[in-house]
């Protein structure tokens, strides 16, 4: 079964903009967006952790933020300024507490493409 689903990438080019959506139908702690580039690690971007704190990575802080509606249990990532080294498959993912490691993340979703051009 699904339990987080993601949605809205795309391909822009660079400066541009995208939102993605998270759906989830679990109910967790932390709810978070990391994404992938082929043969890399699954890197964190973005968390939020108890409805009330947020983390953005070093290498996105200040162009994406990272927001969530608990009522419609969602968890969006707005991305701006997007750059190449942005493009890869973002997931979402769900888990008792927020971490580095994807291996904390008991829930993931199928992820979602995001590619930007130069």
């Known amino acids: 079964q699904v339990h987080l689903a993601e949605s809205g990438g795309g391909s822009v080019q660079a400066g541009g903009s995208l939102k993605l959506s998270c759906v989830a139908t679990?109910?967790?702690?932390?709810y978070a967006w990391f994404r992938q580039v082929p043969g890399n690690e699954r890197e964190r971007v973005a968390s939020r952790y108890i409805g009330r704190f947020s983390y953005i990575s070093d290498s996105v802080r200040g162009r994406f933020t990272i927001s969530q509606d608990i009522e419609k249990n969602t968890v969006d990532l707005q991305m701006r300024g997007l750059l190449p080294e942005d493009t890869a498959i973002y997931y979402c993912a769900a888990g008792f507490q927020c971490s580095n490691d994807p291996g904390q993340n008991e829930y993931w979703g199928q992820g979602t493409q995001v590619t930007v051009s130069s």
């Open positions: 679990v109910v967790k702690n932390c």
